[in-house]
């Protein structure tokens, strides 16, 4: 019996492990996977049973985004492979890929969550009523909030003691606070926790009187909330992006909120 009959072919190995022809030639030119046999007349290439495992290994190694060139570097010169380094490194690519897919998770549902939200008070049409919790901001003040950049107004939380995890899923937009005194104004971004510094402010809880609009009508809070506010002259304006079923990716919706403050 010759040797090859005790072997599988190079498309019998490729439906089994289900990488495709072309894929195993180009693991051979990389020198990390070498055929069990080739036939010197017909330059056919056969694979043993135990080579399965490595070509499972070699698409696992794909799947985490290990470069197969650096996949040479776990194999010394005598053909061994260093498992044991492979897996560990393995593992670490593993962990963090599972941890970027549990973030986009957490993101998706968060959004669910608001679109459901931001489409049941669409529905009462014109103003209504929110309880929302405690929050904390990150602000610049800027002189007209509408006509400001958000992204050049970013780039100091860039130097923030945060890491990219911190802003996921994070409100940003502008704030009004007016007082007998005048009108404050800022462009913000909400931090997860409160800092001792000059540029950050504890936003109250309670209840909010909303409305959503495509433009930004920030500027005209103490008239379109003339009747809510009942002549407060001290009171909290946001206006913040919010996310509909149907979402405008040039003319997103605003939210305008509005409290009166002590």
């Known amino acids: 019996m010759s040797r090859k009959n005790k072997l599988f072919s190079i ?6 492990t289900g990488a495709s022809i072309k894929s195993l030639r180009y693991y051979e030119e990389l020198k990390i996977l070498k055929p069990a046999f080739v ?4 330059g056919y290439r056969y694979y043993s049973f135990d080579q399965i495992y490595l070509i499972d290994l070699i698409m696992f190694c794909i799947e985490l985004d290990i470069p197969l060139k650096e996949l040479t570097g776990y194999i010394d010169k005598n053909g061994t492979l260093d498992y044991s380094s492979l897996l560990a490194d393995g593992k670490s690519i593993a962990e963090k890929k599972l941890k970027t897919i549990q973030r986009g998770l957490e993101f998706i549902e968060n959004t669910q969550e608001k679109i459901a939200l931001a489409e049941k008070y669409n529905q009462e049409l014109g103003f209504y009523t929110r309880e929302i919790q405690e929050k904390y901001f990150y602000v610049i003040p800027c002189e007209q909030p509408e006509y400001t950049d958000l992204f050049e107004l970013a780039k100091p939380f860039l130097d923030l003691e945060y890491n990219e995890d911190d802003f996921h899923d994070r409100e940003f937009g502008y704030m009004c606070e007016y007082s007998p005194s005048g009108i404050q104004r800022y462009a913000f971004m909400e931090i997860p926790n409160y800092k001792e510094k000059a540029n950050c402010k504890i936003i109250p809880s309670g209840v909010y ?26 009171f909290l304006s946001i206006e913040t992006e919010i996310f509909t079923s149907k979402y405008k990716i040039n003319k997103p919706i605003n939210e305008l909120r509005v409290i009166g403050l002590k």
């Open 209 to 234: 009187f909303c409305r959503q609009n495509e433009e930004s009508q920030i500027e005209q809070t103490p008239q379109i909330f003339s009747k809510q506010l009942e002549g407060k002259k001290h």
């Open 11 to 16: 498309g019998e190995i490729a439906k089994f």
């Open 39 to 42: 036939d010197g007349g017909s």
